[in-house]
C-alpha cells in the first residue's frame, strides 16, 4: 500500500519560514519523482516544485528565489523549505510521487498571516 505522508505546515506571519516534509512508503522512493502542490481556497491545485528520480529541480516562477525542493532517498522523504512566505501563499500544499502512476498525499495546511 503506497503511503505519502505530508506535515510540517502551521500558521506563520509574512515573511517566516516553514519547511514541510513528505514520508513515502509502498514505493521505491529513489525511482519517482517527486512534486509539491498547493490550493488556495476557492482555487485549483496549482505546481509548485519538483525533484526529479535525478535530483533535477524545477520551480514555479512565483517561488522561485524563495523555496527550495530537496530529497533524501534513505529517508524515502521530500522536503519544503519556504521562506519569505507570503499571505498568497496560504494553502493546503500536497505532496505528489509519480513514475508511470501518481500518489498523492493528504496535504497540509499552511496559513501565512500579514
Known amino acids: 500500500q503506497v503511503r505519502l505522508v505530508e506535515s510540517g505546515g502551521g500558521l506563520v506571519q509574512a515573511g517566516g519560514s516553514l519547511r514541510l516534509s513528505c514520508a513515502a512508503s509502498?514505493?521505491?522512493?529513489?525511482?519517482?519523482?517527486m512534486d509539491w502542490y498547493r490550493q488556495a481556497p476557492g482555487k485549483q491545485r496549482e505546481f509548485v516544485a519538483t525533484?526529479?528520480?535525478?535530483?533535477?529541480?524545477n520551480y514555479a516562477n512565483f517561488v522561485k528565489g524563495r523555496f527550495t525542493i530537496s530529497r533524501d532517498n534513505g529517508k524515502r522523504t521530500v522536503y519544503l523549505q519556504m521562506d519569505s512566505l507570503k499571505p498568497e501563499d496560504t494553502g493546503v500544499y500536497y505532496c505528489?510521487?509519480?513514475?508511470?502512476?501518481?500518489?498523492w498525499g493528504q496535504g497540509t495546511q499552511v496559513t501565512v498571516s500579514s
Open positions: 509502498g514505493i521505491v522512493f529513489s525511482r519517482y519523482d
Open positions: 525533484v526529479t528520480a535525478g535530483d533535477t529541480t
Open positions: 505528489n510521487a509519480h513514475r508511470s502512476v501518481g500518489y
